[in-house]
């Protein structure tokens, strides 16, 4: 089964770049939509964007400005740039697997333990 | 951008209850809305996809419905690992969560 695990810094300073790589094992990584979601502490999700094997990307409207994402389909991985950021970017970063069932509907169906990324100097 | 409004923030139950949470969305969205649980420092885990599908391993306790713009998650028998927050999240143009839910102790 498909298995998903984030990586990267804990801590990141403000004005900096938050980067982030989730790899992919148990399953392809040239199929479905790869995923990020993010979670402020006892807060709600946010979507940020994805990213499929042919390089084409969806962001969210508020975050696009700042986010860049990219696929490696070599290490089975993909990854997650955030510039600039600030302590509102404080969170627990979740990369997820997205598909599409029936009649189109889109859902996360796999999804990554998490990441806390704590932006402070 | 569609606005995801839960109902209830919370609530209280016992194990056995019945309990119903509600997803309202800003527009139209078909039957592009899902469902997920989280527990507490756990990643989301999806419940229903396309408005009313049961995920595959999901008990059968789990239902929902709706299209358009109301949505519903129904526990018919809230059992003790239901305790959770529940998630509304559309799909119909890029994405949004709802609020949450949490369902807690009675």
């Known amino acids: 089964q498909v298995h998903l695990q984030e990586s990267g810094p804990g801590l990141v300073k403000p004005s900096e770049t938050l980067s982030l790589t989730c790899t992919v094992s148990g399953g392809s990584i040239t199929t479905y939509y790869w995923s990020w979601i993010r979670q402020p502490a006892g807060k709600g999700l946010e979507y940020i964007g994805r990213?499929?094997?042919?390089?084409?990307?969806n962001y969210n409207p508020s975050l696009k400005s700042r986010v860049t994402m990219s696929l490696d389909t070599s290490k089975t991985q993909f990854s997650l740039n955030l510039s600039s950021v600030t302590a509102a970017d404080t969170a627990v970063y979740y990369c997820?697997?997205?598909?599409?069932?029936?009649?189109?509907?889109?859902?996360?169906?796999?999804w990554g333990r998490g990441s806390l990324v704590t932006v402070s100097s | 951008d569609i606005q995801m409004t839960q109902s209830p923030s919370s609530l209280s139950a016992s194990v056995g209850d019945r309990v119903t949470i509600t997803c309202r969305a800003s527009q139209n969205i078909n039957n592009y809305l899902n469902w997920y649980q989280q527990k507490p420092g756990k990643a989301p885990k999806l419940l229903i996809f396309?408005?009313?599908s049961l995920q595959s391993g999901v008990p059968s306790r789990f239902s929902a419905s709706g299209s358009g713009t109301d949505f519903s998650l129904t526990i018919s028998s809230l059992q003790p690992e239901d305790f959770a927050t529940y998630y509304c999240q559309q799909s119909y143009s890029s994405r949004t969560f709802g609020q949450g839910t949490q369902v807690e102790v009675k």
């Open positions: 990213i499929y094997i042919s390089g084409s990307t």
């Open positions: 396309a408005a009313s």
């Open positions: 997820a697997r997205e598909r599409v069932g029936v009649a189109g509907n889109w859902h996360f169906d796999v």
